[in-house]
């Protein structure tokens, strides 16, 4: 660090010409998506027409009239958001029961929780897709929304837990002593005092419901399907589509990439859990 | 009312057990202060008391009602931490107004509670500021009025002025021990300082590894320790605790002189020594004597200012009645 602070001029113009490389890479791929989702499936495929091409507002005019993305795009939202907030209710009681009231048991339980994620999907999928057929829950909001909580819980008790503990344990007790109980406790204390962290964990929580693909895909046909489903639908084998696929992916990352811009500083924070102050 | 009484009370974490069968009675009013080295099991007593750990086995009453089982925020006590454990996303006002939210007071009831604490406690200009913006005794005061506001049976203080420099925590000391002599409600406090304990209880109590080893008032303690333990921890400076031949003579194993009760002679002294260091107070003097043959340093207080300084041989009295004797176990024998 010592030497960076001292070169410092040329140490930061370095290092914001890193990061704008690094930032450049890893949006080509999105700039090359929305790009090609303005050209035809014939340009799509065309050298030529990498860069220079004639704008066309067809792939996604077609998307609207003749794939009813709005309900895609309605049951993302619905399942996402129930899902996240349905996280958030059993995640911040057990969080918080683990933060302040640890038992012998508490370290165990939480490696637990976290192996849960080691489980290949796959394993599980024919179960699955046969329980819920035959429990009649198949392709229905109430199904996606509780598989996309329960895959998601794990991760997020763990970072409300890791910021549940930063919180003094005699903050807690004087609540206690001053006469609240739990629920009281929990809404007066714990959630305003760790707003930050809640919210970056709900963000998260959030984006990784919309982004859900393998589940989503194969437990639901049209009534719950999400914009996940949509983009695989648009999959053509013989890779003809490209112009399509592209405008249909567009406008399933693209309220993500908005809603990620807006709330950049609660994401890096979440993600790093608290390190960056 | 605030009587609290402990039966045969034990915690153990784990496998380790801090504290051992023990029996306690707080009276109502009293202002009992729980000493001991540090890590001897004060918190852990106090937070018993105060629900915040589960006994292991044993009862706890307050006002004769058995509250083992209750959960703190029902148990009608207030605590002050020791790192003062302000609410920090709220401000002083409704730091202090939280209780009485919590119990449904009118608000107006709030308003009026809450003027009458800040005015006691010098808070008046600072009620819409976040704890954060204070000092530490500032804070202090904050917690204590948080604590005051909701009238309580009996007030839990667990090292309350461990955190403040030295000048803050006497002016606390003060208030503290005035306020209780305002309200007379029942305080229980804790604290690893014996000149705390003896400036502020009406009733010690002094803790060793989670065994109470007496209970009394400071003067009682002072007194008549009724083991080298006690003996050794109240007062300041130190007793003197002398073994061997000299201890014999007055039969007994071990004999403690307080250095208070050590007269320096011009002759006849019945212990000579040589000063090692001399602390010239103004209104006393503490001598350190070396070679004495008793033990390797005895503390010997003077009054006023004696001029003796390093190397000047001393001749020492120590008045007869004042000697406290002690059996090989330790135990103060009459
Ligand atoms: N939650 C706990 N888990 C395990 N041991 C503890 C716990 N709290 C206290 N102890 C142990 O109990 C003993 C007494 O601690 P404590 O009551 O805090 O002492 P004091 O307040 O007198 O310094 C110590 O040995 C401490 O290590
Ligand atoms: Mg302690």
């Known amino acids: 660090m010592a030497i ?7 140490g930061k113009a370095g ?4 990061a704008w490389g690094v930032g450049l890479l890893f949006f080509f791929p999105i700039f090359w998506l929305v790009l090609t989702s303005f050209k035809t499936d014939a340009d799509a495929v065309k050298p030529e027409f990498l860069f220079f091409f004639t704008p066309t507002l067809e792939n996604y005019l077609n998307m609207t009239e003749n794939y009813d993305y709005w309900r895609f795009a309605t049951n993302s939202v619905i399942t996402s958001v129930f899902a996240t907030l349905f996280t958030l209710a059993v995640g911040i009681p057990c969080a918080y029961a683990m933060a302040f009231n640890p038992s012998r048991g508490t370290k165990d339980i939480l490696m637990w929780m976290l192996s849960t ?20 829950l198949f392709d229905t909001h ?11 819980l794990p991760i997020v008790v763990w970072m409300l837990f890791t910021y549940f503990k930063e919180i003094p344990k005699e903050i807690i007790e004087a609540g206690q002593m001053d006469g609240v109980n739990t629920l009281g406790e929990i809404r007066e204390i714990l959630i305003p005092l760790a707003w930050g962290g809640i919210a970056s964990t709900a963000l998260l929580c959030f984006i990784f419901c919309w982004n859900e693909a ?20 648009n999959r053509a084998p013989e890779g ?16 993500i990439v908005v809603l990620g811009w807006f709330c950049q500083k609660q994401l890096v924070q979440g993600l790093t859990f608290g390190a960056v102050k | ?52 750990e589960d006994t292991t086995s044993g009862r706890i009453l307050i006002d004769d009602a058995d509250v083992t089982e209750v959960s703190p925020s029902k148990r009608g006590l207030s605590m002050v931490f020791q790192t003062y454990a302000l609410y920090p996303h709220m401000t002083v006002r409704k730091n202090i107004a939280f209780p009485m939210r919590m119990a449904g007071l009118s608000e107006e009831e709030q308003e009026k509670r809450i003027m009458t604490a800040a005015e006691s406690l010098n808070l008046v200009d600072y009620l819409d500021r976040k704890p954060g913006q204070l000092s530490g005794g500032q804070r202090q005061r904050v917690a204590i009025g948080r604590a005051i506001v909701r009238d309580p049976s009996a007030f839990l203080f667990d090292e309350p002025l461990s955190n403040l420099d030295a000048a803050l925590r006497v002016g606390m000391r003060l208030e503290i021990t005035e306020m209780h002599e305002r309200m007379q409600t029942t305080m229980i406090y804790v604290t690893h300082d014996q000149v705390e304990a003896m400036t502020m209880a009406n009733k010690i109590v002094v803790l060793r590894a989670g065994v109470i080893e007496q209970v009394g008032s400071p003067l009682e303690l002072y007194r008549a320790p009724q083991n080298l333990f006690v003996a050794g921890f109240i007062g ?44 010239h107070l103004g209104s006393d003097t503490f001598f350190y004597v070396h070679g004495t043959g008793l033990a390797e340093t005895l503390t010997v207080r003077a009054i006023g200012d004696v001029s003796l300084k390093h190397g000047d041989p001393i001749q020492l009295a120590p008045r007869a009645t004042e000697i406290h004797r002690f059996d090989a176990d330790g135990l103060r024998l009459p």
């Open chain 1, 4 to 10: 960076v602070a001292q070169n410092s001029k040329y």
């Open chain 1, 15 to 18: 290092r914001t010409i890193l």
């Open chain 1, 117 to 136: 994620k080691m489980l290949p999907a796959a394993a599980v999928l024919y179960p699955m897709t046969f329980l819920t057929k035959s429990m009649g």
């Open chain 1, 142 to 152: 109430f199904l996606v929304i509780m598989v996309l909580s329960l895959i998601n």
């Open chain 1, 214 to 233: 393998y589940w989503t895909v194969r437990l639901t046909t049209t009534e719950a399907a999400t914009l996940s489903k949509l983009i695989e639908g």
């Open chain 1, 240 to 255: 003809l589509f490209f112009g399509r696929l592209s405008a249909v992916s567009a406008a399933a990352v693209g309220p």
């Open chain 2, 1 to 52: 009312m605030g009587r609290i009484v402990l039966e045969n009370v034990t915690k153990s974490f784990g496998e380790t057990q801090v504290i051992p069968p023990l029996n306690l009675e707080i009276d109502d009013g009293e202002f009992a202060v729980f000493v001991g080295p540090s890590g001897c099991g004060k918190s852990t007593l106090l937070r018993l008391i105060a629900g915040l």
């Open chain 2, 236 to 279: 300041s400076p130190k007793m003197n605790l002398i073994d061997g031949p000299q201890a014999q003579k007055h039969g007994a194993t071990t004999i403690g002189v307080r250095p208070e009760h050590i007269d320096v002679v011009e002759s006849g002294g019945a212990w000579t020594g040589t000063v090692g260091v001399a602390e």
